[in-house]
């Protein structure tokens, strides 16, 4: 059934372009117009755009008939025959029929003729037109009216009508008319803020401030444009807000992601931890308890070898006593008497079970609940208060302030030409070695020193620099790192400041920076750490 319409539209598409070409031969003999409203679509009486034939034959625009059935409640159907489809047609561009209507376009007939360009729903009409309007091109502010092309030739021929303002069609044109007086409204009454009409400014806005209304869209146009100007600049300052917390939601993501991953390691090690501890006690009890086992066991043998003893020595007793011979039952009685010396001792047996065991167990799960506990509190808090940065960054030095923290150098890592003083808050370099006690974590190949403070999250310092130059460290501290020059290694980063500029290096890569110079003596540095009168500070680093 598909092949069948598919090839109906095949034929009536040539039969299409059969009638082009014919009518263009007959145009180019008689130099008569052709009609192009074959090629135009039904729905919005316009050249056809991406057209499409439907199975009855007719075609339209893609979006034209899409949108006609897409607000069609029941089965879809044709706009001009009615004929329904079941199921919905599937719409493909039909590439000879386009090939068609851009050739109209290339030879400049692609412009339907005024009694084709019919106004629709949405469009202005022609105010001249009469019967069935066409679609208005141009509105005239003077003659407040609209017209179609063919109307509106006399505003373009006729001197007369040269000073008339044309605009783009308006539906709006009514509303330049004065209620009062019916004058077309070219005043504007700054005092009252509306517009007027010649005789409304020497009436009742005799006195007010009143200008054309072209003077004040001149001046309010520059309003305008700053507003916009503004506008557009907020917009800009939105965007990047909306980006940086697009950032901090990836990185909140990203963060979360991670300490999830690796909590869960970490308790994945505890239950190892715990279940090897469970296997190993386990295997202690079991262990003992073949040893206690055993040892029962081995009592219990002995024992009731003496119960067969006892009651071997009962029966010869029980037998002695029916003896009715007593020279008999005298010697019988001293050789048993002697024989008792052989006899076992009572045991006092005390089984010793697993009541400690079994109690230690408790205690250890009871301490572990409440360290878990208290664990878990803290984690909760630390969640909780996530550092996001939802803010406005700092602009003024009082804004950076609020991050500033108090911390000193640790003479341990000092070199030894480097002389602490103000309570280990000022470095300065020396030219003589300074009596420093060894210490591992000394620097001895340059002129640098650490913090002893760790800090982490958002933070800020000053630093004062002398005549020479001075260098502002951040670094994770490690073993890797603490005896290496700084900026030399990807856990580094320096800020170096010298009279004619300054540099940033890291990673073993040099960046000159182009700023200007301080103004003040000594130099300031405004950075987002913390330090003052610090030149090196670090933090730990977190696997």
């Not at 991406?50 to 899409?66: L, R």
């Not at 050739?103 to 692609?110: H, I």
């Not at 009409?197 to 444009?225: I, P």
């Amino acid at each position: 059934m598909e092949g069948v319409w598919v090839k109906e539209i095949l034929q009536r598409m040539l039969d299409q372009m059969l009638t082009f070409l014919r009518m263009r031969g007959e145009k180019a003999e008689k130099g008569v117009d052709l009609d192009q409203e074959t090629f135009c679509c039904s729905i919005c009486l316009d050249l056809l755009k991406d057209p499409v034939t439907i199975p009855c034959g007719h075609s339209y625009c893609m979006k034209c008939i899409q949108g006609f059935w897409d607000e069609e409640e029941k089965i879809p159907s044709c706009p001009q025959c009615r004929k329904t489809f079941i199921p919905r047609p599937v719409l493909v561009k039909s590439t000879m029929l386009a090939a068609l209507v851009d050739q109209l376009k290339k030879t400049g007939l692609q412009a339907a003729p005024a009694d084709l360009c019919y106004a629709g729903p949405e469009d202005v009409v022609c105010d001249v037109c009469t019967g069935r309007k066409l679609k208005a091109i141009k509105s005239c502010l003077i003659c407040l009216a609209s017209y179609c092309e063919k109307h509106l030739q006399p505003h373009l021929d006729a001197a007369a009508f040269k000073k008339h303002k044309l605009v783009e069609p308006s539906k709006n044109l009514q509303e330049n008319i004065c209620s009062r007086h019916d004058e077309v409204m070219k005043m504007f009454c700054r005092t009252d803020q509306k517009c007027i009409c010649y005789l409304c400014s020497v009436d009742e806005h005799r006195g007010h401030d009143t200008v054309s209304a072209a003077a004040e869209r001149t001046e309010r146009q520059r309003e305008l444009e700053e507003s916009q100007q503004q506008i557009q600049q907020r917009i800009q300052d939105r965007e990047k807000e909306v980006k940086l917390l697009q950032q901090e939601v990836e990185a909140i993501n990203h963060s979360a992601d991670q300490t999830v991953k690796d909590s869960e390691k970490i308790f994945t090690e505890m239950i190892r931890l715990i279940q090897k501890r469970s296997c190993d006690v386990k295997q202690q009890i079991r262990s003992q308890q073949q040893t206690e086992v055993s040892r029962v066991k081995d009592l219990q043998k002995e024992l009731k070898k003496e119960i067969t003893e006892l009651k071997r020595r009962d029966a010869e007793l029980k037998q002695l006593s029916l003896t009715e011979d007593h020279n008999y039952f005298v010697r019988k009685w001293y050789g048993c008497l002697k024989k008792s010396d052989s006899f076992l001792p009572v045991h006092s047996i005390q089984l010793q079970h697993f009541n400690k065991g079994q109690s230690a167990v408790p205690q250890c799960r009871n301490k572990f609940q409440e360290l878990l506990d208290e664990e878990f509190k803290e984690i909760c808090q630390t969640v909780t208060h996530v550092d996001v940065f939802l803010f406005q960054e700092p602009k003024a030095r009082a804004d950076f302030l609020q991050y500033s923290q108090q911390i000193t150098l640790d003479p341990n890592t000092a070199n030894s030409y480097l002389f602490l003083s103000e309570e280990n808050r000022k470095a300065t370099c020396m030219a003589v070695g300074q009596s420093y006690s060894s210490h591992p974590e000394r620097f001895s190949i340059k002129f640098q020193v650490l913090s002893r403070e760790s800090l982490s999250g958002r933070c800020y310092w000053e630093v004062k620099k002398g005549f020479g130059g001075i260098s502002v460290v951040l670094l994770y501290k490690n073993k890797s790192t603490v005896k290496k020059s700084f900026g030399e290694n990807e856990n580094s980063w320096v800020l170096s400041v010298f009279k004619r500029g300054f540099i940033f290096k890291h990673n073993n890569i040099t960046y000159p920076i182009r700023a200007p110079a301080s103004t003040k003596s000594p130099d300031h540095i405004h950075s987002a750490a913390s330090c003052w009168t610090v030149v090196v500070w670090s933090t730990t680093q977190h696997s």
